[in-house]
């Protein structure tokens, strides 16, 4: 004989969603303080026991300029649109790194919050946007030392070709779609590394490629051959590096419809992504 279970004490009851494609931004609203706490967790832990701690969001970019320059600037020569060096490589720098770090911290959603998704209850879909905000953080540091070099280069005369267009105001939104984009495509990956963890190997390894058919460590303007140009533009990312560059240093490749592919790209990663993570959220505890 069935156990029939007595409901009226309860207060609340948690199901699974049936629509694949939605938000309860209510319930999301009602965490908002569980979302901060984890922002701090992961700001905090991410340099913890570390002699220098925050001082490596700092280093860390200078270091890679470095290394960029005499590289690929000073033995492999390749231009920078005849802007200073170390502003061309630290902007690439800076856009890249957000971009990668917010897709390799989507991308692990499920696999690395195992623990605390099997404990409690919250809306699971607040893990991606806690990776874009932390990165935030840390993005904000490189392009204060963007502008730093920025001002440095003006007083000196040295800027060359670079200058702030007025694209500039852009840029915020162009961040934005970056973010989504890594969003969308982390949650795509995160849902199906629930039961193939190899694919977070290989996917790892694409990312690690990924930067280089994006102009980060060149300018688009450098390939000339036109079936080569066309690929690298497919790269939905492509259009957002550029597009960046072009505001904040007045050189780049510029156009609107290469944007508006890149947004449609970013619509379709989302789509797809949250359908996935819906899905997947439902018994993702049995395969983990």
Same mark, same amino acid.
């Given at each position: 004989?069935?156990?029939? !279970? ?6 609340? $009851? ?52 470095? $290394? ?9 020569? %390749? ?13 690439? %720098? ?30 699971? !879909? ?14 904000? !540091? ?21 200058? %702030? ?74 259009? %957002? ?48």
């Amino acid at each position: 004989m069935e156990q029939q !279970i007595d409901t009226k004490f309860w207060n609340t $009851v948690i199901t699974p969603k049936d629509k694949l494609l939605t938000i309860d931004w209510k319930e999301v609203w009602r965490y908002r303080d569980m979302y901060w706490l984890f922002v701090m967790r992961s700001f905090r832990t991410a340099y913890k026991q570390t002699i220098l701690g925050p001082l490596w969001f700092l280093i860390t970019p200078v270091m890679s300029v470095i $290394v960029y320059v005499a590289v690929f600037g000073g033995v492999a020569n %390749i231009p920078t649109d005849g802007v200073p060096a170390v502003l061309f490589y630290l902007l690439g %720098i800076s856009v890249w790194g957000y971009f990668s770090s917010c897709l390799s911290s989507t991308s692990n959603s499920f696999v690395s919050n195992a623990d605390i998704f099997g404990k409690v209850y919250f809306p699971r !879909i607040i893990m991606p946007f806690v990776a874009v905000t932390v990165n935030v953080l840390s993005f904000a !540091i490189q392009l204060a030392i963007f502008f730093a070099f920025y001002a440095y280069y003006a007083c000196t005369n040295g800027l060359g070709e670079a200058t %702030i267009h007025w694209h500039i105001l852009l840029f915020p939104v162009l961040m934005l779609i970056l973010a989504m984009m890594a969003v969308g495509f982390g949650m795509m990956i995160s849902s199906v590394t629930t039961k193939y963890r190899d694919i977070q190997i290989v996917f790892g390894k694409i990312i690690s490629l990924w930067v280089y058919i994006t102009p980060v460590i060149y300018p688009l303007s450098m390939i000339t051959n036109p079936k080569l140009y066309l690929a690298m533009s497919l790269n939905p990312v492509t259009p %957002i590096v550029e597009a960046i560059r072009y505001s904040l240093l007045g050189v780049g490749q510029f156009s609107w419809w290469w944007l508006l592919y890149s947004v449609l790209m970013t619509a379709i990663l989302l789509v797809i992504g949250l359908a996935l993570f819906n899905k997947v959220q439902k018994s993702f505890m049995d395969t983990v």
